[in-house]
T-cell receptor, first 109, second 120 residues
Framework: GQNIDQPTEMTATEGAIVQINCTYQ??????LFWYQQHAGEAPTFLSY??LDGLEEKGRFSSFLSRSKGYSYLLLKELQMKDSASYLC??????????WGAGTKLIIKP | GAVVSQHPSRVICKSGTSVKIECRSL??????MFWYRQFPKQSLMLMAT?????????EQGVEKDKFLINHASLTLSTLTVTSAHPEDSSFYIC????????????????FGPGTRLTVL
């Protein structure tokens, strides 16, 4: 079956760095997305990786290793507004988006 | 970036009534639209995928006669929850993909703001 695993919840301190991991087993691979979702709101796009390596975009970076079925989202200089759920999603060989359950990130002052 | 609107944002209705939710892509042609449902503290659950001009493809366990989807144009899809019951209360989110010019072009999904449905 197809599976996306990510931690349920993480806690970090304002100003610090946090890494949210995602592992996947899917039938084929056509890219991995990270989305941010604040409570009661729809997800918003953060990053897209289809090749191995690190993609940096401001305070957020996303890494992909296709051979390991692994990705992480790195958030630097954490701000209180970064408190949200972070969703990992993989596009399989049929271009269907398979969603992880999301990681709830709690930022403490 | 691509913008998707959803209307209404919030609806409260009595059990047994039908509710229609609209999803519009405002600045691009959405060849494919997706409808998700999200219960509190859970991840997105894909309900159905629709391509403009053709019948929607429903996920296993989703009743197509209860959740009617129409994708009549490249900018509009509607979800009608027929004879809604309290267990249908949820956050319904649509997303659209197409030739948006975004980083993943046709793979990226752009999400509407969601509709919170409460059935009394």
């Amino acid at each position: 079956g197809q599976n996306i695993d990510q931690p349920t919840e993480m806690t970090a301190t304002e100003g610090a760095i946090v890494q949210i991991n995602c592992t996947y087993q899917t039938s084929g691979f056509n890219g991995l997305f990270w989305y941010q979702q604040h409570a009661g709101e729809a997800p918003t796009f953060l990053s897209y990786n289809v090749l191995d390596g690190l993609e940096e975009k401001g305070r957020f970076s996303s890494f992909l290793s296709r051979s390991k079925g692994y990705s992480y989202l790195l958030l630097k200089e954490l701000q209180m507004k970064d408190s949200a759920s972070y969703l990992c999603a993989v596009t399989d060989s049929n271009y269907q988006l398979i969603w992880g359950a999301g990681t709830k990130l709690i930022i403490k002052p | 970036g691509a913008v998707v609107s959803q209307h209404p944002s919030r609806v409260i209705c009595k059990s047994g009534t039908s509710v229609k939710i609209e999803c519009r892509s405002l600045d691009f042609q959405a060849t494919t639209m997706f409808w998700y449902r999200q219960f509190p503290k859970q991840s997105l659950m894909l309900m159905a995928t629709s391509n403009e001009g053709s019948k929607a493809t429903y996920e296993q366990g989703v009743e197509k006669d209860k959740f009617l989807i129409n994708h009549a144009s490249l900018t509009l899809s509607t979800l009608t929850v027929t004879s809604a019951h309290p267990e249908d209360s949820s956050f319904y989110i649509c997303s659209a993909s197409g030739t948006s010019g975004g980083p993943a072009v046709e793979l990226e999904q752009f999400f509407g703001p969601g509709t919170r449905l409460t059935v009394l």
